[in-house]
């Protein structure tokens, strides 16, 4: 499965984004995917993800502001980020990994993830 992110881009405090992760083979139905970001300096971190059954899950800091959701019709994943902050300033990456028919799994380690794509700037400006 190849992916690829797009959607990031500049915006002032208080604004949104929608990052859309396009993937490309069949296996995408069957895998859980996540959202990753990394900020200047810090590890990189999952901040939602969401199963094949499209249980999601998000990092504390995004609860209430962000919204991942996905379209197999389409490969896609998206990430509503509404109520920007600064401090969601990073590289945004998607990531999938197969869940071997635990549809309702939800791996919450970036090392559980085995497939990544390239990444997609966020930048929020105060």
């Known amino acids: 499965v190849q992916l690829q992110a797009s959607g990031g881009g500049t915006v002032q405090t208080g604004g949104s984004l929608r990052l859309s992760c396009a993937a490309s083979?069949?296996?995408?139905?069957?895998?859980?995917v996540a959202w990753s970001r990394q900020a200047p300096g810090k590890q990189r971190e999952l901040v939602a993800a969401i199963a094949v059954n499209n249980i999601m899950k998000y990092a504390d800091s995004v609860k209430g502001r962000f919204t991942i959701s996905r379209d197999n019709n389409k490969n896609t994943v998206y990430l509503q980020m509404n109520s920007l902050e600064p401090e969601d300033t990073a590289v945004y990456y998607c990531?999938?990994?197969?869940?071997?028919?635990?549809?309702?799994?939800?791996?919450?380690?970036?090392?559980?993830?085995?497939?990544w794509g390239y990444g997609t700037q966020v930048t929020v400006s105060s």
């Open positions: 083979g069949s296996s995408f139905v069957f895998s859980a």
């Open positions: 990531a999938t990994v197969p869940t071997n028919r635990r549809w309702g799994y939800i791996p919450w380690s970036r090392d559980e993830y085995d497939n």
